[in-house]
T-cell receptor, first 117, second 113 residues
């Protein structure tokens, strides 16, 4: 079974700074997929970025990037130049390889990010 | 990004009654999912569905739960009968295939009284 752990319950930063959110995972699979989603105040779940475990290069999308450290089973999310509207709850998630469960996502408990002016 | 629509956005229902939650997945997606989120907690997998069949379900997917997608219309989650512990936000998601990103709807908040 897969497990995802986010130890940071909440983080508060000043806008325009950089924030890193931690996530560690457990799996017996040699390949897997990792995702970050955010949940806005309205409850909407928004996909942000993903990392396929076989790719060594860290994924980057806009002002989101990942710090993937496979030996440590860690997939940190980095947000640069934070904006007020980045305030949300951020969830880390993983899914098994293609040969395993059909895209069954396992989520972490989430990290609440508050971006202040 | 791709949009998944859910109807209703919220519903209050008496315990023991039946409820159907509707989901309109992304048009070319083939895999469909339901997740349950209790207030303040992470989303938990309920079930996934492909080619007219349930592929996998979790312990949370009780016997009172059922899913279907008749004739390519809405992908539905039916709970019959409802219980107080079914109160939660139910999120529908869809993906093009396995290994592809899941896209979520805005959730259906169910309150069982």
């Amino acid at each position: 079974a897969q497990k995802v752990t986010q130890t940071q319950t909440s983080i508060s930063v000043v806008e325009k700074t950089t924030v890193t959110m931690d996530c560690v995972y457990e799996t017996r699979d040699s390949s897997y997929f990792l995702f970050w989603y955010k949940q806005t105040a309205s409850g909407e779940i928004v996909f942000l970025i993903r990392q396929d475990s076989y790719k060594k290069e860290n994924a980057t999308v806009g002002h989101y990037s990942l710090n993937f450290q496979k030996p440590k089973s860690s997939i940190g999310l980095i947000i640069t130049a934070t904006q007020i509207e980045d305030s949300a709850v951020y969830f880390c998630a993983m899914s098994p390889p293609l040969s395993g469960s059909f895209n069954k996502l396992t989520f972490g408990a989430g990290t609440r990010l508050a971006v202040c002016p | 990004g791709p949009k998944v629509l859910q109807i209703p956005s919220h519903q209050i229902i008496d315990m023991g009654q039946m409820v159907t939650l509707n989901c309109d997945p992304v048009s070319n997606h083939l895999y469909f999912y339901w997740y349950k989120q209790i207030l303040g907690q992470q989303m938990e997998f309920l079930v996934n569905f492909y080619n007219g069949k349930v592929m996998e379900k979790s312990k949370l997917f009780k016997d009172q739960f059922s899913v279907e997608r008749p004739d390519g219309s809405y992908f539905t989650l039916k709970i019959q009968p409802t219980a107080l512990e079914d109160s939660a936000v139910y999120f529908c998601a869809s993906s093009l295939g396995t290994g592809n990103t899941l896209y979520f709807g805005e959730g259906s908040r169910l309150i069982v009284v």
